[in-house]
C-alpha cells in the first residue's frame, strides 16, 4: 500500500534534529491531509515528537 | 489433494475468474458512460443543460444493463456447473442425496437480484452525479473523474466483493442443503490457512463441530463478521472458508489435531464502575509510589529519587507551562504521584488502565525500574504518552476501543451507522438547499434575504453533515482489523505500522500500547542518575546503547541493517525501536523480537539487580566497558 504525501512528508519532518518548534502546528495540518485509513498510523507521529517536545528545558 | 480442498481451490479459481470479467465489464461501462457524457451540451467548457442531465439516466440505465447486468447473467450461469461439483465432491463423504433443480435455480435468481440492486443503486448515484455537475456547472473534465469515481472506484470495489461472496454463499447454500437433507449432523470447517486468513477462521480450521455447538460459536463476535449464519457467511466478508458434512468418525480424527491459533487472547476483566476503577486506579498509583524510610539504601533504588528525595524530572509534568522551572517541575510531579487525573476517560477505558497496571507492576520488578506514578489525559493527539512515569492517555481515542472490548462491534457500529444515515440525510437536504438558490438566483429580481437565509443554512448544515460522517469515521475506525501475519524473514511492507496490529482485539491492544509506553519507562528510569535531561539531553546509559545498535550511520539516516524492525514505526528511532520490541517481547510475540533486544531483555529479567555491563557495555556509566 503506498503512503500519501502528506504521511510521508510527516514520517520526513519527525526526524529533524532539532525538532521544528512549530512541529504539533504542523503535524495537525498533515493529519488533516492524509486520508482516513492513515490517520490512526499517523497518531503515532504525535506520541514520537512528545518524548522531545515535552522535555523540560530551563527557560 | 482431499476432494473438498480440491473443489474449494477450484472455487477459488472460479471467483477470481469472475472478479476478473466483472472489473472488465466495469471498465468497459465506465468508458461507456465517460463517452456519454463527453454528449452532454457545453457552455464555456461547462455542462449546463438540465434537461440532457434528466434524459442521461435512461442512457446510462441501458449501459448499466448491457455492460454489467449481462455480465452478471453470464456469471451466474457457471453456477449450474459449481452445483453439480458440489455434489460430487460431497459424495466423496457419504451417501448423499440429490439436490431439486428448482432450489438451484432460486439460488440463482436471488444472487442475480443482489446485483441488480447494486446496479440500480449506483445508477441513482451516477444519475445523481450527472444532474449536479450539470446544476452547478461543472466542467467537462470534472464531471467525467466525478462518473469515472462513481464507477471505477465504488461500483467495483462493491462488485467485486459481491462477486467473490454471492459464489461461496451459493456454493455454502447447496453444500449446507444436500448436507441436512443427507441426514448429517456434524460439520468440519474447510479452508485455507495463510496469511490471508483471518484470527477467527484460523481457530476453527479443519474443527468438527455439532450444528448446536456452530450456531452457538457463531453468536460471538469477530472482525470482519457479516452475520451470525455460519452455514451462509462462515467467517464473513470475502471469507474463503466453508462447512463440509463429516459423515465418518475417521475423518473426524484425520484432521481434528491440525495447528490453530498460538496467542491467547487476552481476557476482558469485568466491567468497574467510574468510580470504583478510579479508587482501585489510584490505590495501585499510590501503592507503587510510597517511599519507604529507607528507600535510598535499597539496592535498586526502585523510586527513582535524588538525594533530596524527590523525584528525577526530565520531562513536564501534567499541567506544566512553559514556564515551569525545573524545581516547580519537581514539585508539581511529586504532588501529582500516586493520583489519576481522569478527565474524559469512560468507566471502560479505566478498567482496561486498572487491569494494565496489575501487569505494569509485574514489567517494574521485572525490569528493575518504578512503576507508573500517575495517570493523565494526554495534551495533543498522541495516543498514549510517557515521561518521569507519568503515562498519558487520550480518552477521545480510547474510549471507543474501550467501548468495543466490553460490548462487541455492534454497539459501535450502529453508532456509526446511525451517523452516517444522519449525514445522509443533510446532505439530502444540502442538495434541496442549492436546487432553492439557483431557482431564486434565476428569477428576475432575486431576493437578497432569501438567499443569504439560504447560503447560511447551507452552511450550518453542511458543517453539521461534515461533523456526522467525521463521528461515522471515527467510530468505523475504532473496530479492529484482522491481526498481521508477518514473521520474521517476510516481505518487509507487509510488516504492519504498529505492534498493536498483531493483535486483532480492542483489548489487545490497549495493553499493546501500554506496554510500548511502559517500555518508554524502562529506557527513561533504568539505571537512570539524574542527569539526564535539559537543554542537551543525552540521554540514560540504556539509551545511548541503544542509539548505538540502531544506527549504521546516523549522519546520513542509515539504520542498521542487522537489526530486526519488526513493525515501520520501530524505524522511527533507537527509543521507539526499543519500546516496540519490549512491547512484543511481553506480549507474546518473541518471535519477532531483534534477537540482541531479546538478550538485552532476558538479561534484564534474570539479572537481580540492575546491569552493569552486558554485550561489552557498561550500562552504569553509559559507554563501552573498559
Known sequence: MSLSKAFKRASEIVQEEPLAQDIIKQLDTLYDAVPEDEKDDFLWFYEQVELTTNLLVEV | MAADTDHFDALDSLADTHQKKLAESLVTLENRI?????????????????????????????????DYLTEVDSIIRDYDQVAVDAATMLGEY?????????????????TFQGFEDLGAEHLDIISKQVYESTLTGATFANSVNAVREVVGKDMARYASQQVHDSLMQFDRAVNTKIALDSGATRFKYRGSDDSKTRTFCRKHVNKVYTIDEINEIWQGEWTGKSSSNAFATAGGYNCRHRFRPVFDDLDVEEQAGEPVETIQKRKVPEKLTKKAAVASVTSKLKKSTVKPKDFRERPTDQYGVGFDGKYHTRFKPYKATRYTTPDQAADMLEEQAGKIFDRGMTDQTLTLLDSALDETAELATKFKVPNIRTVVPVSGRATMSMGDGRLGINPTYWNPKAQIAFEGNETILKKAAKKRAEATALRSELDDIIVKYRDEQDKAIPDAATLKLLARDHKKKLAKAKAAEKAANKAEAAVPAPANTWQVGDDLDDRPWSAKEYYDNAEDQFANTIRHEFGHLVHQEHNRNGTEGGMFDTGTPIEKYLENLFWADKSTGRRSPVRVFPTKYSEANHKEWWAENFALYNGGRKDLVDPKLSGLMDEMVSKDGRLTVFDEWDFRRGEYAK
Open chain 2, 94 to 110: 457419504g451417501d448423499i442425496v440429490q439436490l431439486d433443480q428448482d432450489v438451484i435455480g432460486q439460488l440463482q435468481q436471488m
Open chain 2, 34 to 66: 465517460a463517452d456519454l457524457v463527453a454528449t452532454a451540451p457545453l457552455q464555456d467548457g461547462k455542462l449546463f443543460d438540465l434537461e440532457w442531465a434528466v434524459n442521461a439516466r435512461n442512457e446510462l440505465r441501458q449501459a448499466i444493463n448491457e
